[in-house]
DNA sequence: CGAATAGTGTCTGTGAGACAATATATG
DNA sequence: CATATATTGTCTCACAGACACTATTCG
């Protein structure tokens, strides 16, 4: 019956052959209302010209999400010890023909990078010409061509982030420790894609998991916000159902 | 930098040594109001006498979800053109110390099996004694010991599928493609392992999503029981945001 | 002052949960 | 009839969304 039994017994190479794993990264980070990931460019074959993006191989001595960080890593250059990311497995494309080249298994990660909503981090500094460039995700998705299955790879990170930050503050991890509630209303809206959030509904909505930290930052034009941090017990893997009665 | 794009060129075996890639398969199903899933008592080391979930290698030709269908059948020996199962993947576990005799990577599967509510599927018949046998799933993360990071896999199950139902029909695959509100309320109280659930609200709030087949089914005691399907709207990948206004 | 924005107040509709009431079966 | 269960009815509460209103800033 093939179980993990069997293991050192029958393992037969030809029958089950190994496989390279690498990690494939979606790095999502937000300017203005608009999500944005880096992308390469590829330069030969297979899928020549297209955009893929950015991975590597998981090294023999870490698993996937160690992988997923130092790539992330040296792909951005960010020292991440000082600037707040979050990383996450998102699902695993094993198709034997996803590279044409070789038997290629790839765990995909979603990246969160936090920025102000002005600027976005710089990316590899001083490094060569295949290195990635911030695109913005949507145009990609509607005009570029995608290499391998990163299409599918990226329009499930899409619906997963979209989905998540329904019923947790993931999106909090896209904004800086200290914001203000536009900044974080600027992210639904780029991640849900959308016109305008009404503001005082959203205000409301969060406030019962923020903390004011007393500030007010303003603005070039109307009123200046409040500043905010997200409450402990709404952060990290925060806790899926708040409300909840707990039963049903 | 290690981007794709180094693939042919600058690949060394030595720095990135290939791996085994295995599927291991959470099956889930209910009895009662419990739940179980088929374990393997491991006869050898590593791990000798704990429990181990039933799983495989991923064959050259096939993806892991292929590898996973291809393990449940032959798992379970069910015809699974006519029996109705459900697969989706986990999450992949890929720690280099998962395994103490060599590198394997494994992308985790929840699989769902439908049950009258009254037996479970027979396992592998005809099988040797390191079949695997159903067992009740709370006691054995209660009082076994666990093989590799089995134990982590199977709670990662438990917490997804939890998750799942509160806003998706997913339990209606742990359940006949026709059946009685009890045994979906069964599922529930199986997989939210908690006392009851009021019958009068969980008639009204599944009612909409369920059509009704006209009949009535005869329990031991009291009212008979309309028999319902799924309407084909909240099947399969169900819709995640039924009443949602799209903009929120 | 006029425009833009933050944050609050208000109203309404929806849906969940607690619980009662009614209907239908078995023994 | 006593008991168990299904299904419907009611009431209440919480929350989300629409929208008006006030307050605060810039130019």
Not at 140 to 153: K, N
Not at 231 to 246: G, I, K, V
Request: no cysteine.
């Amino acid at each position: 019956m093939s179980t993990q039994e069997r293991f050192l017994e029958d393992y037969d190479p030809a029958e089950y052959p190994s496989v390279a794993l690498t990690v494939d990264l979606v790095v999502l980070a937000v300017t203005g209302s608009t999500l944005h990931a880096p992308f390469i460019r590829r330069g030969m074959h297979p899928f020549k010209d297209a955009l893929a993006l950015p991975g590597g191989f998981v090294g023999p001595d870490e698993d996937a999400e160690h992988a997923a960080w130092r790539e992330l890593a040296e792909e951005t250059g960010l020292d991440l010890a000082t600037h707040r990311a979050h990383v996450e497995q998102l699902a695993t494309y094993s198709s034997p023909e996803r590279d044409p080249r070789m038997r290629v298994v790839s765990v995909a990660h979603l990246a969160l990078l936090a920025t102000d909503g002005r600027s976005l981090p710089e990316l590899a500094p001083g490094s060569d010409a295949s290195a990635a460039h911030w695109k913005p995700v949507r145009e990609v998705l509607d005009h570029e061509e995608l290499a391998f299955d990163h299409r599918e790879i990226l329009t499930t990170a899409l619906e997963r982030l979209a989905g998540k930050i329904e019923y947790t503050l993931t999106a909090a991890k896209l904004v800086p420790e200290e914001f203000a509630l536009y900044q974080l209303r600027h992210v639904y809206e780029a991640v849900w894609n959308t016109e305008k959030l009404d503001a005082g509904n959203f205000t409301r909505k969060m406030s019962g998991a923020l903390i004011g930290t007393g500030r007010k930052v303003a603005r070039s034009k109307g009123a200046p916000a409040a500043v905010f941090t997200v409450r402990s017990e709404y952060l990290s893997p925060p806790m899926a159902r708040p409300a909840a009665t707990s039963d049903h």
